[in-house]
């Protein structure tokens, strides 16, 4: 596989469940990132890892955990979610340490809905 | 803070006409600017983007010139095809790392 991958591609969870989002990226990038898609909004950055660290987190709530073992993986741990975080949530890659000019890479997204 | 306006949508015209999607953006220092496209049911990709003032971005018949005196960067195509119904990002890349800020998105449908 190429690119930056997405697994589940949808998910429907009550808000009783914890389940966790999964992304990987094949391009030998050192920056991962998750975004929250919701409609007529902008994109929202949630968090960023560069080399491994968590260096932004956007005031996520504490409901949504990421974890990110190594450069390719990036994990979203979700628990007692509500149903206003029912979204697409983007998965992006980039480069890392080169500053404005970097381009991400952007996964299909997993479409949540909390129930 | 940086931010980025983008023409509301949606967008609908017909095949070969010509596109102008407006974005203006607001930033301190010198920011990067990206046009990204998404189309259903996928991610976003890049489309195109300026690193500096009076560069152009350009690619599959889409432009957009960085305009630091107006701060603006328009998407522009001179004859759409169908196949570029989307959803179009603006986003801005600021100078102090590498987080990127969004517009709001543009729909367009292109009609045969």
């Known amino acids: 596989e190429t690119g930056v991958t997405q697994t589940p591609r949808h998910l429907v969870m009550g808000m009783t469940n914890k389940k966790s989002l999964k992304c990987e990226q094949h391009?030998?990038?050192?920056?991962m990132y998750w975004y929250k898609q919701s409609a007529k909004k902008p994109l929202e950055l949630m968090f960023v890892?560069?080399?491994?660290?968590?260096?932004e987190n956007n005031s996520v709530p504490s409901r949504f955990s990421p974890e990110c073992p190594n450069s390719s993986h990036l994990f979203l741990h979700l628990h007692t979610l509500q149903p206003e975080d029912s979204a697409l949530y983007l998965c992006?890659?980039?480069?890392?340490?080169?500053?404005?000019?970097?381009?991400?890479?952007f996964g299909p997204g997993t479409r949540l809905l909390v129930l | 803070g940086d931010s980025v306006t983008q023409m509301e949508g949606p967008v609908t015209l017909s095949e070969e006409a010509f596109l102008t999607i407006n974005c203006t953006y607001t930033?301190?220092?010198?920011?990067?600017l990206f046009w990204y496209v998404q189309y259903p049911g996928e991610g976003l990709q890049l489309l195109l983007k300026?690193?500096?003032?009076?560069d152009k971005g350009s690619n599959k018949g889409f432009e957009a010139t960085y305009r630091k005196e107006t701060t603006s960067f328009h998407l522009e195509k001179g004859s759409v095809q169908v196949s570029d119904s989307a959803v179009y990002f603006c986003?801005?890349?600021?100078?102090?790392?590498?987080?990127?800020?969004f517009g709001e998105g543009t729909q367009l449908t292109v009609n045969p």
């Open positions: 992006a890659s980039s480069q890392g340490g080169r500053g404005a000019d970097e381009t991400q890479y």
């Open positions: 391009l030998g990038h050192n920056a």
């Open positions: 890892y560069n080399f491994k660290e968590q260096t």
């Open positions: 930033a301190t220092g010198y920011p990067s």
């Open positions: 300026a690193t500096k003032a009076d």
């Open positions: 986003a801005l890349g600021e100078t102090s790392g590498s987080r990127l800020t």
